[in-house]
């Protein structure tokens, strides 16, 4: 048995005391599109594909049907919880830049953690297989140090399963944001995102519990 651990980042109300914890971004248009929203859009395809495959078990660092941010304590609680050699955590984030003419999805895994960067490698040939039909970026060139302020590095840093931070997208793109809307891009992206884990799981983890 292996468990998938969903961690969705940031959640996506205004609360005036924090805001930090409900990134968003305000086009010309007025329009406010929040990271936490589209982080829990994408977690619950994921969630509904892994939900099928047995032999798994996915859970929630989070309460996915509230729309507050979990604080990351909490979340990390959750993920030491499990044992570290049969779990996998699953971080989900989309970005912004500064001049918002950034793109693409990334990746991020910590430096020498040998697990995770197997986890990396199978996510992103999946991901470039499958989303190839959409105009879609790839940056996947980020293996990072975890001694990074951003908190989604810290639940890297203080958990011991093998972890991914995904970077969907940059929300403040307007070419991204529309494949963060197209249902069958994120369809296909939860789909690479369960396959390669999956790949990951069966190579790394099933031998794990066969010893
Ligand atoms: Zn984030």
Not at 130 to 153: A, M, P
Not at 172 to 184: E, H, I, T, V
Request: hydrophobic share 35%; glycine share 4%; proline share 2%.
């Amino acid at each position: 048995m292996a468990i998938i651990i969903i961690d969705p980042g940031h959640g996506f109300v205004e609360t005036s005391e924090d805001e930090d914890n409900s990134p968003s971004y305000t086009y010309q248009n007025q329009e406010t599109v929040y990271e936490g929203n589209y982080n829990r859009v994408i977690a619950k395809k994921v969630q509904s594909i892994f939900k099928t495959i047995e032999g798994i078990k996915v859970v929630y660092s989070v309460d996915i049907n509230s729309n507050e941010d979990t604080p990351l304590d909490d979340r990390i609680k959750v993920v030491n919880r499990y044992n570290k050699k049969t779990t996998v955590l699953l971080s989900l984030h989309s970005g912004t830049s500064s001049l918002h003419d950034e793109r693409g999805l990334e990746l991020w895994t910590s430096i020498g953690r040998v697990r995770s960067e197997k986890l990396s490698r199978n996510i992103s040939i999946e991901m470039m297989d499958n989303l190839k039909r959409f105009d879609s970026t790839f940056r996947f060139d980020y293996i990072h140090n975890v001694y990074n302020r951003d908190s989604r590095f810290k639940i890297m840093r203080k958990t011991k399963c093998p972890s991914i931070s995904f970077g969907n997208l940059f929300y403040d793109n307007p070419k991204d944001l529309m494949l963060l809307k197209n249902n069958d891009f994120l369809d296909e992206l939860a789909i690479s995102i369960v396959e390669g884990t999956m790949e990951f799981v069966n190579s790394s983890i099933k031998k794990i519990d066969e010893v």
